[in-house]
């Protein structure tokens, strides 16, 4: 027997999400069967009002439901400080530690040839000149630790040759509490690369 039409166009559609397998989907299909009509109705607009509502900032690329989003809107930020980032869930993360006060941007990925991604795939121009318009003193790169990050970071280094703008990035190691013997060999590399000197002798 099979299911009746809309649970089985439900399945296909939850197999769309990012890691949901067949058997997922079918769980997760019925149990919207147990639910109540209200929150059935609530999920369900929710559902649109992140397609219909949702938005990318047009100053920084993160998401807003307005033209810009509330961090390039707070006049208390620092605007002369901008924190590169790969995707808008990586902002998140980082305001999450209520310690940074700076703006943001995303680029909208990383330059990765293989996979059909070049820098004109990716926001870097538009960066480049909100660097100069808004005479931006420092961007902070802070991307994976990869291939594709180390590529980004040295093809942005380039594009902002010659001018007035420190570029750093943040610094990569071992997390606390770390055990050596199961750090993978990239992560203990740029552990070495990023030592903090604690002597002067």
Known sequence: M????PIKDLIACLKKMPGVGEKTAERLALSVLEMDKD???TFSNSILDVANKITKCSKCGNLTIDDLCEICRDNSRNKKL???VEEPKNIIMFEKMGT???LYFVLGG???PLDGINPEDLNIDFLVD???KEKIEEII???KPSIEGETTTLYLQKKLEGLPVVISKIARGLPIGADIDYVDPLTLEM????RIKITNS
């Open 39 to 41: 929150v059935v109705t």
């Open 141 to 143: 790169v802070a991307v």
């Open 110 to 112: 990383l330059i990765s």
């Open 2 to 5: 099979n299911y009746p039409q």
């Open 100 to 102: 940074y006060n700076g």
């Open 82 to 84: 901008i924190c590169v």
């Open 130 to 132: 909100r660097i100069k």
């Open 191 to 194: 552990a070495l690369e990023d």
